[in-house]
């Protein structure tokens, strides 16, 4: 806890406050059109993988205890999630597709991050699994509300949102809970720095949601869907104009 009783994760949420909106409107304009798209849904998938991926592999490389303390309950690992839904909605050879700059440069930084300065990787756990047990969850059940237009015969059920068993506000709870745990133990400038690299997380996040593509794609279809259904109806009244 802060000097002024202020909690650590309080004072993080109200500093990223104005990039986390924007964060959270971009990943609405991209996927909110996309939820019925198989194809996009799944890029999404795959540029994230690559970042949980890294922290999860790299919490057994460094071997820190406060990174480990972050993981408070197994379920947090998803990695084996992210393959599944990832050989489903892209097929077998998914990891044979190139991963875009922005992306690239993403893992280069975690990497540099690694090498000098491993304790801003928990920034990136943090906000990266909160916002999975958050917004994730949220996108998953409008997923399952508007259905994939795309989807075959069986419903397929994520498993990279799926929680199922798993008291999410406790578990969210629990992480915030360690997050301050581990920040009463830092410097005020250790805070700072924390701080500043949280909302370097949304901008790394944002630059490769945004290279997500395929969104036009569904938007083309529906605005298609749209003009066929007002050509339908002005056709019908058309010829009732003429006959009546």
């Known amino acids: 806890m802060e000097d002024n009783g202020k909690l650590f994760t309080t004072r993080m949420r109200k500093a990223t406050r104005k990039i986390h909106n924007i964060s959270d409107a971009l990943v609405n304009a991209k996927f909110a059109l ?8 799944g890029g999404g998938l795959f540029i994230f993988y690559h970042v949980f991926g890294f922290l999860e592999d790299a919490k057994a490389r460094l071997n820190m205890a406060d990174f480990d303390k972050l993981f408070v309950n197994k379920v947090l690992y ?18 044979s597709i190139p991963k875009a ?6 893992i280069e930084h975690l990497q540099e991050l690694e090498r000098s300065n491993p304790r801003l990787l928990m920034a990136y756990v943090y ?13 998953a059940k409008k997923r399952k509300m ?10 397929y059920t994520d ?8 008291d999410i506000g406790q578990l969210k709870k629990d992480f915030r809970q360690a997050m301050n745990e581990i ?7 250790e805070k700072d720095a924390f701080i500043e690299e949280s909302n370097q997380v949304f901008v790394m996040n944002n630059l490769i949601v945004n290279s997500v593509g395929g969104q036009n794609k569904v ?9 066929a259904v007002v050509l339908i109806v002005a056709g019908v009244v058309t010829a009732y104009k003429m006959y009546k």
Do not use: C, P
């Open 101 to 106: 700059m922005a992306l690239e440069n993403y």
């Open 78 to 95: 998803r990695k084996k999630a992210f393959e599944d839904d990832l050989t489903h909605y892209l097929g077998e050879n998914w990891r």
């Open 183 to 189: 920040a009463d133990k830092m410097t005020e400038e």
């Open 219 to 227: 938007l083309y279809n529906m605005l298609y869907k749209f003009s």
């Open 127 to 139: 906000h990266l699994y909160l916002g999975l047990l958050s917004g994730g969850q949220i996108l």
């Open 34 to 41: 996309s939820l019925r798209d198989e194809e996009v849904w």
């Open 146 to 155: 508007f259905g994939d237009e795309n989807a075959k015969t069986e419903i």
């Open 159 to 166: 498993k990279v949102t799926d929680f199922s068993g798993t």
